[in-house]
């Protein structure tokens, strides 16, 4: 059974400290890691998808890599709009239809305070 | 442009009544996807649909949960016998093909609550 955990469970930071993210997964062969971004109240957002260990994606002040066992966001001198609960889901390559399943981890939730 | 929609964005019933959700997803969309959210957790999927059939609906808990997407289009979540273990956010999400890692893009969900 695919599984994802996700730690910490909640994070503060000053505004300009730098941290990371974690997201380790099991699944049978991996199609693609994805990571979301949650505000309170509102669905998620997609950040990124990586495919292969040992790429990296780019957006602002965020950064995700992908290794054979976990995938790492690096948020980089963060402002208090960063705050938001970032999700991490993996699409499973079983030989099956399920091409569409996304197994979720239960998140974690970032708190920027200025 | 427009993205996923979904109504109503709050739905409060009581025990044993039957409930419709529903979900627009991004014009052009093949594919279709539900996930439950409960409080704390990750999304949980629940069926897919690749145009009008069900591609995959191995995450329905239990045959109260059914959904349609009669014209490959609209798609509505229908609970029947609603139970409080119910209570969740409802997600809707679209996606252009529905392939091999196609992003998927969600809806603001409809918070359902059995009372």
């Known amino acids: 059974e695919d599984q994802v955990t996700q730690s910490p469970e909640a994070l503060r930071l000053q505004e300009g400290e730098s941290s990371s993210l974690n997201c380790s997964y099991t699944v049978s062969g991996l199609r693609g890691l994805f990571w979301y971004r949650q505000d309170p109240g509102k669905g998620p957002e997609f950040l990124f998808t990586?495919?292969?260990a040992g790429e990296e994606k780019e957006k602002e002040r965020l950064k995700a890599t992908l290794t054979k066992k976990e995938s790492f966001l690096h948020i980089t001198a963060p402002k208090p709009e960063d705050s938001a609960t970032y999700l991490c889901?993996?699409?499973?390559?079983?030989?099956?239809?399920?091409?569409?399943?996304?197994?979720f981890g239960q998140g974690t939730i970032l708190t920027v305070h200025p | 442009g427009a993205g996923v929609s979904q109504t109503p964005s709050n739905k409060v019933t009581e025990k044993g009544k039957y409930v419709e959700l529903r979900c627009d997803p991004i014009s052009g969309h093949t594919a279709l996807y539900w996930y439950r959210q409960s409080l704390g957790q990750g999304p949980e999927f629940l069926i897919y649909?690749?145009?009008?059939?069900?591609?995959?609906d191995s995450g329905l808990p239990n045959d109260r949960f059914f959904a349609v997407r009669p014209e490959g289009s609209v798609s509505t979540l229908k609970i029947q016998r609603t139970e409080r273990g119910d209570s969740a956010v409802y997600l809707c999400a679209s996606s252009l093909y529905g392939g091999s890692t196609d992003t998927q893009y969600f809806g603001p969900g409809t918070r359902l609550t059995v009372l």
């Open positions: 649909f690749q145009g009008t059939g069900a591609a995959d």
């Open positions: 889901a993996v699409q499973a390559n079983d030989g099956g239809t399920s091409y569409g399943k996304l197994t």
């Open positions: 990586l495919y292969s």
